[in-house]
């Protein structure tokens, strides 16, 4: 078992910025974020492979979000600037070992490459 535990949201006008942190028992495969809007499907937003530190991003954070660890501390990141208003939402801190993709562990931003999940923390931007 994992457990993770989120901090570091709140409210913030468009432009804005936020670090939200995420403090996990113990290290895992990958590392991610995903954000859920009211009325919306959850999505991926970042994730990091804890090993190689390799990052990928979804399009609509591209440039503005970044995504970090602390491998000495089990802890992620998120830095997020320049925040717009559909960027609001619970924003969720997730760590896994992926999935099995040709014989190779891959680990994308879908939920399923993710087993242990944070409790989540808010994250409202205003215009």
């Known amino acids: 078992q994992v457990q993770l535990v989120e901090s570091g949201g709140g409210s913030v006008q468009a432009g804005g910025s936020l670090r939200l942190s995420c403090a996990a028992s113990k290290s895992t495969y990958c590392m991610g974020w995903f954000r859920q809007a009211p009325g919306k499907e959850r999505e991926g937003v970042a994730r990091?492979?804890?090993?190689?530190?390799?990052?990928r991003y979804a399009d609509s954070v591209k440039g503005r979000f970044t995504i970090s660890q602390d491998n000495a501390k089990n802890t992620l990141y998120l830095q997020m600037n320049s925040l717009k208003p559909e960027d609001t939402g619970a924003y969720y801190c997730?760590?896994?070992?992926?999935?099995?993709?040709?014989?190779?562990?891959?680990?994308?931003?879908?939920?399923?490459?993710?087993?242990?999940w944070g409790q989540g923390t808010q994250v409202t931007v205003s215009s």
């Open positions: 990091i492979y804890t090993r190689s530190g390799s990052t």
């Open positions: 997730a760590a896994g070992r992926g999935t099995v993709v040709g014989g190779i562990l891959v680990c994308g931003l879908q939920a399923r490459d993710f087993g242990y």
